[in-house]
């Protein structure tokens, strides 16, 4: 039986919905209204429209604070990165002795066919090095599980370091344990944010199939073709740069308690806007910074094996992988330390 509804009651449930859109209309644009608007249409932007002021800490301060909050707290930081070696090792894959040994013996027969003989030693831990990482060298055949594995414990080194650091700076005691157990809760709105970064990666991926297409065709061979390569290669950079600057500082804001994904995205672009060159510019000393300390801490570890490789019971260990492995590790570490530093000084400056 349908139930008849009076033209009173129409009315007045009309007047409800009206009610309810005016509001929601009105909600809308206060919310578009605090958001910072720039260079969202191809209006001209004037200097003065989208200068905006930041007084943090400089570049080089900004380096050693990130390694002395590290070291400072190294009896947290120090099993969390146990912890993730172990879990690499378990669920990612290590590279194996015999395929690192491989990369050995080409580099020797390399060196032996030189003209110039020998290399030195040095020069050897440097290349093994270099070659082990750019190679990919760091785990062992990875499949699409182990990938899967490879982000998931990513994603959680950096919840569970960028935890400790917010607990720690505020001055809680907490153990590691409690970051393990507690920092997970936002990893289905970081896993979002991590999504979004990788799309807006896609720029830069499509820079990689082109210049590989180029290399096999000799594309490059002609100058001119080569400065119009550079000139997209820029372009590419450039756009990936700027839409990652605000996402990497997303990813910072998401792991705070009950900030959605696309808020934490708004959140981050209000912040980043008219700083994002500033912000780049960082980035670019962190991985000079991060270059120089894989290199002062490995090389001496490769060398070291190198001599160690002439006894026979440790000439199947894997020290290096594993150091390499371990290295990754801290090296996600300070990436969540480095950029949540940042993201704590600004937000400080903005509530002046």
Same mark, same amino acid.
């Given at each position: @039986?349908?139930?008849? /509804?009076?033209?009173? !009651?129409?009315?007045?449930? &009309?007047?409800?919905?009206?009610?309810?859109?005016?509001?929601?209309?009105?909600?809308?644009?206060?919310?578009?209204?605090?958001? *910072?608007?720039?260079?969202?249409?191809?209006?001209?932007?004037?200097?003065?429209?989208?200068?905006?002021?930041?007084? *943090?800490?400089?570049?080089?301060?900004?380096?050693?604070?990130? $390694?002395?909050?590290?070291?400072?707290? #190294?009896?947290?930081?120090?099993?969390?990165?146990?912890?993730?070696?172990?879990?690499?090792?378990?669920?990612?894959?290590?590279?194996?002795?015999?395929?690192? +040994? +491989?990369?050995?013996?080409?580099?020797?027969?390399?060196?032996?066919?030189?003209?110039?003989?020998?290399?030195?030693?040095?020069?050897?831990? &440097?290349?093994?090095?270099?070659?082990?990482?750019?190679?990919?060298?760091?785990?062992?055949?990875?499949?699409?599980?182990?990938?899967?594995?490879?982000?998931?414990?990513?994603?959680?080194? #950096?919840?569970?370091?960028?935890?400790?650091? =917010?607990?720690?700076?505020?001055?809680?005691?907490?153990?590691?344990?409690? &970051?393990?157990?507690?920092? &997970?809760?936002?990893?289905?709105?970081?896993?979002?944010? $991590?999504?979004?970064?990788?799309?807006?990666?896609?720029?830069?991926?499509?820079?990689?199939?082109?210049?590989?297409?180029?290399?096999?065709?000799?594309?490059?061979?002609?100058?001119?073709?080569?400065?119009?390569?550079?000139?997209?290669?820029?372009?590419?950079?450039?756009?990936?740069?700027?839409?990652?600057?605000?996402?990497?500082?997303?990813?910072?804001?998401?792991?705070?308690? %009950?900030?959605?994904? @696309? =808020?934490?995205?708004?959140?981050?672009?209000?912040?980043?806007?008219?700083?994002?060159?500033?912000?780049?510019?960082?980035?670019?000393?962190?991985?000079?910074?991060?270059?120089?300390? #894989? *290199?002062?801490?490995?090389?001496?570890?490769?060398?070291?094996?190198?001599?160690?490789? +002439?006894?026979?019971?440790?000439? +199947?260990?894997?020290? *290096?992988? /594993?150091?390499?492995?371990? @290295?990754?590790?801290?090296? %996600?570490?300070?990436?969540? !330390?480095?950029?949540?530093?940042?993201?704590? #000084? @600004?937000?400080?400056?903005?509530?002046?």
């Amino acid at each position: @039986m349908v139930k008849k /509804v009076s033209k009173a !009651a129409a009315k007045k449930n &009309g007047r409800e919905r009206l009610k309810f859109a005016k509001g929601l209309k009105k909600k809308l644009a206060e919310k578009s209204a605090k958001r *910072v608007k720039l260079h969202k249409s191809f209006k001209r932007s004037y200097r003065e429209d989208y200068k905006r002021g930041l007084e *943090v800490p400089g570049m080089m301060y900004h380096i050693f604070a990130t $390694f002395r909050v590290i070291f400072k707290n #190294w009896k947290l930081f120090v099993p969390l990165i146990i912890i993730a070696v172990v879990a690499g090792i378990s669920f990612v894959g290590l590279m194996s002795e015999a395929s690192y +040994q +491989q990369f050995q013996t080409v580099l020797d027969e390399t060196t032996a066919a030189a003209e110039t003989g020998d290399i030195g030693p040095v020069a050897t831990a &440097g290349l093994l090095l270099i070659s082990t990482v750019t190679t990919g060298g760091l785990s062992g055949e990875a499949s699409e599980a182990a990938a899967v594995f490879a982000v998931l414990i990513f994603l959680l080194l #950096w919840l569970v370091t960028i935890y400790l650091l =917010r607990h720690r700076l505020a001055g809680h005691k907490v153990k590691l344990r409690d &970051g393990l157990y507690n920092a &997970g809760a936002p990893l289905i709105s970081t896993l979002l944010v $991590f999504a979004v970064a990788v799309i807006q990666c896609i720029p830069i991926f499509l820079l990689i199939i082109v210049y590989s297409a180029a290399v096999q065709t000799d594309f490059l061979a002609t100058p001119f073709y080569a400065l119009i390569f550079f000139i997209f290669a820029a372009l590419m950079v450039l756009l990936s740069g700027y839409l990652l600057s605000s996402t990497l500082m997303a990813m910072v804001a998401v792991s705070a308690p %009950g900030l959605y994904p @696309m =808020r934490a995205l708004n959140t981050a672009s209000d912040l980043m806007a008219g700083r994002r060159i500033k912000f780049i510019l960082r980035i670019i000393v962190l991985l000079i910074a991060l270059a120089i300390t #894989w *290199v002062a801490v490995m090389l001496p570890i490769i060398m070291i094996d190198l001599w160690l490789k +002439q006894f026979e019971w440790i000439s +199947q260990v894997p020290v *290096v992988p /594993v150091c390499l492995l371990a @290295m990754t590790c801290f090296t %996600g570490i300070y990436l969540a !330390a480095y950029f949540y530093l940042y993201y704590r #000084w @600004m937000l400080n400056y903005e509530e002046k």
